[in-house]
């Protein structure tokens, strides 16, 4: 089937590849000329592992292609998705549907024969009747269909999220545009991925609220977190415990610095307004929103008290700038909002992250940048884990404490075990767990 995918971020280039991947002819679409050329080239403008070999293989098998012309890859396509877009409108927190809007007008000029419109994009409940209305003025005539596709792809796992989903949800009752949606992920069915048709509103809104429960999972965790901190127990214990009972499950119960990156804090600002626009105020969400961004000046309070009250002028070493390992996304990572506060104490902060620090350099002010975990470490006062790198659960302890003047390690994602710890001589602090006094 030909596909048009229309924008080549983080969402549309994955999903552009994986259909590419399933056997479907796609051309992936985006403004953005420099971007084009460079994927042209094999050059990837995100860093997410597995890509830049999905799309080499695709491309060679003639499946996958670029352009910066929407008309050109729309007029033969039996679907066309929209991808772009959709930050937080900074006077409100909706959802900015300039980019999607803006394609649907494009996308009206160049209809041909029945096409399938798919939101990619995360979009607020009702879009798609938008959409719909924007094409139709533009085209009375035009024979479509407008369906929600929602993804659920995490950044570092974003292909494995595509291939292996635990479900796809198609948002229609068009019959037409359900066989067509069908004939798309049949291989991800015939392997048995769950296909859930609903209507298009629920599927919009699946997404909004998939993310605002994981948020919650993890805001609740942390909140245990504090709790254990102060009665002396276990949060991985407690998580532990609490995931092995089906009904809660295991996963997003990793306490740490609070969630960032560019979907939670922005889909949950998003689906508050649009509850308010409803008229119901989710409460649930704005409590945990308030909780997740009070976190991260906490969390400084955590590095400032580990180094005994006091860090003024003294050089603190900071591993992990991206909101999370296995991305080079710095958008609302917690590093920003912690570094900042470190630096209103007084510290000078030298940071480090394996694919982070060319974004980092653009939203950082006065951090010196290491190039390596050791160099970051030499001479500091403490060393803050901040980003649950592989790297950094593989460092040699042992050159590390040696590097740094003061033995303090505060571990915001508990990649160490407190034990080992001890046996290294640290003043360990984690998130969640007793605190290990340095034994010599
Ligand atoms: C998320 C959703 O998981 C994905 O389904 C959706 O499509 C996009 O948004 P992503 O933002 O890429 O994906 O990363 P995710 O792995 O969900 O982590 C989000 C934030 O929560 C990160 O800051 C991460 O560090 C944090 N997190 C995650 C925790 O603090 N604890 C956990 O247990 C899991």
């Not at 479907?24 to 997410?48: F, N, Q, S, W």
């Not at 560019?262 to 626009?277: E, Q, V, Y």
């Not at 008229?279 to 969400?285: D, L, N, Q, T």
Request: aromatic share 6%; glycine share 8%.
């Amino acid at each position: 089937m030909r596909v048009a995918m229309i924008g080549a971020g983080y969402v549309g280039l994955v999903s552009g590849a994986c259909l590419a991947n399933l056997g479907h002819t796609v051309t992936c679409i985006d403004k953005d000329t420099g971007k084009i050329a460079a994927l042209r080239r094999g050059e990837m403008p995100i860093y997410e592992p597995g890509l830049a070999e999905l799309v080499a293989g695709n491309v060679a098998a003639h499946r996958l292609f670029f352009t910066t012309s929407l008309a050109e890859a729309v007029k033969d396509a039996a679907a066309v998705f929209i991808a772009v877009g959709t930050p937080s409108r900074p006077a409100d927190g909706l959802a900015d549907l300039t980019c999607v809007y803006q394609a649907a007008r494009e996308i009206a000029h160049t209809l041909r024969g029945y096409a399938v419109i798919v939101t990619k994009s995360t979009v607020p409940v009702g879009t798609g009747d938008e959409i719909q209305r924007i094409i139709a003025d533009i085209r009375p005539d035009a024979d479509l269909s407008v369906v929600s596709n929602p993804e659920f792809l995490r950044e570092g796992a974003a292909i494995q999220d595509f291939m292996q989903p635990d479900r796809v949800v198609i948002g229609t009752d068009d019959a037409r545009a359900r066989e067509v949606m069908y004939e798309l992920y049949r291989p991800l069915a015939d392997n048995g991925t769950p296909v859930l048709l609903t209507a298009r509103r629920g599927a919009e809104l699946i997404k909004y609220a998939a993310n605002a429960f994981l948020a919650t999972k993890i805001t609740f965790i942390n909140e245990i977190a504090d709790l254990c901190e102060q009665a002396n127990a276990d949060v991985e214990e407690v998580a532990h415990g609490i995931g092995l009972d089906h009904r809660i499950g295991p996963k997003f119960l990793s306490a740490g610095p609070g969630y960032g990156g560019s979907c939670f804090p922005k889909d949950l600002l998003a689906l508050l307004k649009a509850g308010l626009d409803f008229g119901v105020p989710i409460r649930s969400i704005e409590t945990i929103i308030s909780i997740n961004d009070q976190r991260k000046r906490a969390m400084a309070r955590k590095v400032i008290a580990a180094c005994g009250g006091s860090i003024r002028g003294r050089p603190i070493a900071v591993l992990g700038l991206t909101f999370k390992a296995g991305t080079d996304d710095m958008r609302e990572s917690p590093a920003v909002a912690i570094i900042t506060a470190l630096q209103d104490a007084g510290a000078r902060v030298r940071a480090y992250d394996p694919q982070g620090m060319t974004q980092a350099r653009s939203v950082l002010n006065g951090v010196e940048f290491a190039h390596d975990p050791y160099a970051c470490a030499q001479g500091a006062d403490a060393l803050v884990v901040m980003t649950e790198w592989k790297e950094f659960r593989e460092l040699d302890l042992r050159r590390i404490r040696c590097l740094l003047k003061r033995p303090i390690l505060v571990d915001l994602r508990n990649i160490y075990r407190p034990e080992a710890m001890a046996e290294h001589g640290f003043t360990y602090v984690s998130v969640g767990r007793p605190k290990v006094q340095s034994a010599t």
